[in-house]
């Protein structure tokens, strides 16, 4: 059920596997909703770290998700398949997907979405799922995070570095992070960090011990792996929970399991994407009760980078691989 729809529509896509140039903007049937599924006219579609391991050939979607990148989206509702509840039809949406944000339509499970108050700009309700998703889940389902405790987290100025910074504040917690650079320190204190260490001119792990008088801090969030995870545990107070979430650096390394033993450490991490659609729904109803009212209300809102036109999705992967942003990159497909 849905209003007129075309047959046909813009997407990216790419021929082979490379670097930020193999994307293309290209034709693509426009989906249609199966069951408990809805299809979004998308207004603008974030842009994250796991599209570019995607377009690398390194994060193949999981079966059945469309093969067109992108995770999250914002936009109108213009048909629903069985099972939706028929008033979603013509509302403002933000939505988590399975994939096939980068399309003027996107095919997302009705469970994964957040209703835009028309206060919300959809430029920024498209920037907010999938930081959301993955910071509520890992800070504080996986990592416990709770107030007065201390959160570490690594790029503290990428969109999910951001993220982590409000969340944990509005629930008080203290957050340090570390930045590349003193620009991005002074961007991270701005946002709410209590503290941000320049990794590339000071040791972290000592940095964190200065700060804290040794005592350390209670959850680390790791989006670099690899040799970052031993000199992490250093960081961890007692009963302290190390959350892995990427592997940036690297899938292997060593850890001193006598360290793990003696300071009752937990080490956990996910990845969302692969999870159950009723996980997903699970998590969405967790959020719109303890932490969309505050974007809601525009106490919170995301930290925007960059609007490249769809068009432009190549341009868009290559600053987000240089590094320089700050906060989160979205593509403008409608408007809105």
């Known amino acids: 059920m849905g209003l007129n729809l075309p047959e046909d529509m ?13 994307l293309v903007l290209q034709e693509a049937h426009v989906p249609r909703p199966g069951p408990q599924e809805i299809l979004i006219r998308v207004s603008y579609a974030g842009v994250n770290r796991p599209d570019c ?9 999981p079966p059945g998700a469309s093969p067109i990148l992108g995770l999250e989206v914002a936009g109108e509702v213009v048909a629903i398949g069985e099972g939706v509840p028929h008033e ?5 949406v933000a939505a988590l997907t399975p994939g096939g944000g980068y399309a003027e339509f996107c095919i ?5 979405c957040l209703p835009v108050p028309e206060a919300m700009p959809l430029i920024e309700a498209a920037a907010l799922p999938e930081t959301l998703f993955t910071v509520w889940h890992n800070v504080f389902e996986r990592g416990l995070l709770r107030d007065g405790e201390r959160l570490l987290v690594h790029g503290g100025t990428s969109g999910i570095g951001t993220m982590a910074i409000m969340l944990a504040r509005a629930f008080d917690a ?3 992070v570390t930045c590349g650079d003193e620009a991005k320190c002074a961007a991270a204190r701005e946002l709410g960090a209590n503290h ?11 940095a964190v011990k200065a700060h804290t008088g040794g005592s350390g801090v209670n959850v680390v969030l790791d989006m670099v792996s690899g040799d ?14 190390h959350v892995t979430i990427a592997v940036l650096g690297g899938m292997q390394t060593e850890i001193n399991m006598a360290l793990v033993m003696r300071n009752r450490l937990t080490l956990t991490g996910s990845t969302l994407r692969p999870r159950s659609d009723a996980f997903k729904s699970a998590l969405a109803d967790e959020i719109t009760q303890n932490v969309w009212p505050l974007f809601a209300s525009r106490e919170l809102k995301p930290v925007m980078d960059r609007a490249f036109p769809l068009a432009d999705a190549a341009a868009a992967h290559a600053r987000m691989e240089a590094g320089d942003h700050i906060g989160k990159i979205v593509l403008e497909v409608k408007g809105g």
């Open 228 to 241: 970052y995870v031993p000199r992490n545990l250093k960081c961890l107070a007692e009963d302290g929970r």
């Open 53 to 61: 391991i995607q377009r690398q050939g390194l994060y193949p979607p």
């Open 108 to 112: 997302a499970p009705w469970g994964h």
């Open 10 to 22: 813009q997407a990216i896509g790419f021929a082979e596997p490379g670097g930020p140039e193999v």
């Open 196 to 206: 941000a260490i320049n990794y590339r001119e000071e040791d972290f792990v000592e």
């Open 88 to 92: 979603l039809l013509g509302q403002m």
């Open 174 to 176: 203290e957050v340090i």
